[in-house]
Structures are given as C-alpha cells and as structure tokens.
C-alpha cells in the first residue's frame, strides 16, 4: 500500500505526519500513510493552477485517450485493487469487485463525451436579432477540489474525476484517510498512462487539515463533495466567501414501497439488497419501509428469516454477505442508533447487537425495527448502517405522503404487481431517482443526486460533465 502524497507527478511525504489505516474486521492498524496538511494544500493548488492553461487547451481526444488508459489500468489491476478495498472498506468482495467495474466504466464513459467537445465547441446559437450572431463555448471551470468518502472508493473518485479531466479541469483530489491508500493508486495510474504533471493531486488527510484549507483556497474554482449534510454545510459556507462553484451529494434516507399485489419474495429480496449492501453505508440506503398493511407480516417474516441467515464477516471471506462497518466511529454511532431507538419506543425484531463470535472488529448485526415513530431519530435521520424501520400504510395516497415526508430526497423504490400504479408512484416521489421492482442499479448514463438536503446539482450523465464547465457565448454583429 503506498503511503505518500501525489503532488505535481511527484510522490512525497506530507507536512501532517501520518494517519493510520485499519482492517475493518480485526479493528487492528495495518498501515499507515502520509497526512498532508496546509502546505501540501498550497502546493497541489500551485501545482493544479501551473498544469491547466495546458490541460485546457489539451485537444480533447487526447483527453479521452489518456481517460480510457485510465480505464484500461483499472480493469488490468481489478482484482488486486477489488481485495484492497474489501481489506480497508471491509465490505464483501463481491461488491469491491463491483466497484471497480463502475469505477472503470465511468472513466471510459467520460472518455467517450470528452472525445466529442472539440466538435461542439463554437456551435452557432439562433438569435432572433438577424444583425448578430453568436456561437457557444463550452470551457473548463478551473482548478477542481474534489472532495471523497469512504463508503465507495474509486467510485466516487471515478464520478467526480473522470468528468473534471474530461472537461480540461486540473484536480486535487482529497480522499478519505480511512481508504486513503486505494485512491493513491490513481496516482500511480496516472503516472503509468502519462498524464501531465499537475493535472491530478492526491491529498490523505484530515477534514480540518486538508478539507477546509482546500475548499477556502482562492486557488480552487470548483468545489465537489461527498458526505455528510454537516461537513457539506459548512463546504458551501466555505464556498460562498469566494463565490466558488460547488456540488454536494450528501445524505439520505430514502423509502421502499410494498404494495400488497407485489411479489413478497421479490419484495424481501429487494429490501434487503437495498439496506444491507455494503452494511447500509450508503447515503441511499433505502432505510424506511413501507409495507401496505395487509402484506405487513409476510414480508416481515421474510426479511426477518433473510436478515438472520446473513453471513456476517470479513470481507475477504468468500462467504461473507455483508461484512463489518468500515470505520469505529461508525460502529460507535450505529450501536447508539439502536440503543436510541429502543428507548424511543420502538420494537426490535431482530439484530441490535454484535454477531456472535465477531467480537473484534466493527461488525453489526443486521437490524430490524418495527413499531417505529414517526417522529423518531430512527425514521427521520440517516443512520448509514444496517437497520430498518419499518411502517405500515393503508393506501397508495398514504405511501406517497409517508415517503416524501423527510428533509432528504435521493431515492426511492417502488414495488408493485400493477405497472400503472408502480409509475404512477414513482412519478409522485420527491427524489433524484426512482427505481420500480429492481435493486439499486445506477448507471453512469443517467443523472445521481437528489431533492432537499440530499445536496446540490448532480453528477454522473452528460450533467456530471456540465458541473465541470463554464458556459460562453460570444457575440458580435453579423459578417457580410
């Protein structure tokens, strides 16, 4: 695993000491790796601000051709990476290997726009004044801060920076120091396909010593974060004093509607996958259930039977079905949750605790709550850890309403035997997607982000690249 700064093309150690990388599953140190501080800031900034007049004027098919080696390199090196990220993240294998499928697909999706811009630039714009004409530019909005978790690593890198490149934007890219050591392969990547120096920057470290130095640096023109809707407040803040460009993706808890004509077996199939991927550290974790009553207690047996059987451990165990939580903050917070919603009043159904026999580590059990108030932390806040609250309603009006009523709004899913109805719902619900009798499927094709708190703009599809852009007319009076 590497343990340094990617700066200018050049590895190096950090002003900030070192942090430390754990295994999810042992809760034991593993590594540990550089940690940048203000300094290291400043120079990746220097760095990215040197590299793009350069980058920018790059023709954009050589942007794409180092964009699909990007790809390339990601796919050559899957395995390898894929068992890197179930030994820091900790989730199953494979869904690691999953991962870099996306995260290799992005980049080779983003190569393909990028190798299109060169012909769209300049296209004339119809005015309705015949003595001028116009024409459209498409530019590159300048240095990148992009800003990552660690739920998905090199996935959401691959969202921000394959789109950031495309556009002829240089980047500095601050991962998560939980998984810091997967996204530093990005640097050795870029240095094996010969991306110019400056064009990436890769900064471990904290929020305090990396995230809020980087987001207030009048070196950066656009901000793109990922996480909490706490931090992601304050990175808009930050922003506004520099009237910075900025996109958020923060948090969620989103709903899963049953109705009675739906296949219950489907139905638990998809509430599980929905919730207990990756232990339910997704901010589109769809943690609120609602289950038309008279369907309620067979899909609660079912999911009860289906969360039991789980096979709950390390990742790397090609037996594991959904593996520990990835950080111990993370285990705290989640335990709290439940002791929480017990004294709220609700019912636990099953789970609540550590699984037997995985007293090291971060694990939890795959948890289920009925009885759950509506008013309750458990239905209104983001847990991002496997446990379900569950709700019954009476009719599809009722579903609609109970689903919308939350400050987030990233997804939803809708599951249903009656086509019309199924669309009809998923129409009705205030979210960025909606998925009808199907698994969390996100393709790199279509938009992701979401209404409300769940942030700002949105990434992935042509509308990742746009968030990268500025917008240009150049007008002057008509020729001849």
């Known amino acids: 695993m590497r343990d340094q700064l990617f700066i200018d093309g050049r590895w190096t150690a950090g002003s900030g000491g070192t942090l430390p990388v ?9 590594h540990r790796v550089a940690a940048a501080g203000p300094d290291d800031v400043d120079a990746a900034v220097a760095a990215a601000r040197t590299a793009f007049p350069s980058w920018a004027r790059t ?7 180092l964009l699909d080696a990007i790809a390339a390199a990601l796919g ?28 290799a697909g992005t980049y080779a999706y983003y190569a393909g726009l990028a190798r299109a811009l060169d012909a769209q630039q300049d296209a004339p714009v119809p005015l309705a004044n015949p003595g001028f004409e116009a024409r459209l530019r498409r530019e590159p909005a300048g240095v990148a801060a992009l800003i990552t978790p660690w739920n998905f690593p090199l996935v959401t890198s691959a969202w921000k920076l394959a789109p950031a490149l495309a556009a002829g934007c240089t980047v500095v890219l601050k991962p998560s120091e939980f998984t810091a050591p997967l996204d530093l392969e990005l640097g050795a990547i870029a240095e094996a396909v010969g991306l110019p120096a400056g064009v990436l920057n890769i900064l471990p470290g904290s929020g305090e010593a990396v995230g809020a130095p980087l987001c207030a640096h009048p070196g950066v023109a656009k901000i793109s974060f990922t996480g909490s809707n706490a931090v992601g407040e304050r990175v808009m803040e930050t922003a506004a004093h520099g009237t910075k460009r900025v996109a958020l993706e923060l948090g969620g808890k989103s709903a899963i509607l049953v109705f009675a004509d739906a296949d219950l077996d ?8 929905g919730l207990f991927t990756n232990a339910g550290q997704m901010c589109s974790a769809t943690g609120r259930l609602l289950v038309e009553r008279s369907a309620y207690r067979p899909l609660l047996d079912r999911l009860v039977a289906r969360a039991r059987a789980l096979k709950v451990g390390p990742g790397l165990d090609p037996a594991t079905e959904m593996g520990p939580l990835t950080t111990a903050a993370q285990h705290r917070k989640v335990l709290s949750v439940i002791e929480r919603a017990k004294a709220d009043g609700a019912t636990l159904v099953t789970g609540g605790g550590i699984p037997q026999g995985r007293g090291e580590g971060w694990f ?9 108030r509506l008013d309750s932390a458990l239905w209104r ?10 709700h019954p309603f009476e009719d599809e009006a009722e579903a609609v309403r109970l689903a919308n009523d939350s400050d987030f709004g990233l997804v939803g899913t809708v599951i249903s035997g ?7 719902v998923a129409e009705a619900l205030e979210v960025g997607v909606a998925w009808i009798d199907c698994p969390q499927m996100v393709f790199v094709e279509a938009s992701w982000g979401g209404y409300r708190r769940s942030g700002i703009g949105r990434e992935l599809g042509p509308w990742g690249l746009a968030a990268f852009q500025e917008i240009k007319h150049v007008v002057r009076p008509k020729r001849g």
């Open 364 to 372: 939890v059990e795959p948890t289920i709550f009925t009885d759950v």
């Open 22 to 30: 754990y295994d999810p599953s042992t809760g034991q140190e593993i």
């Open 266 to 273: 489907h139905a638990a199939d998809l509430v599980v996958s």
């Open 381 to 390: 806040e983001e847990v991002f850890g496997p446990v379900l609250a569950v």
């Open 76 to 103: 050559d090196r899957a395995e390898e990476l894929a068992r890197l990220s179930s030994r820091i993240n900790g989730k199953p294998l494979a869904e690691a290997r999953v991962d870099l499928e996306d995260a």
């Open 59 to 65: 023709p954009s098919a050589e942007r794409a051709r």
């Open 418 to 424: 009656d086509d019309a109805r199924a669309e009809r």
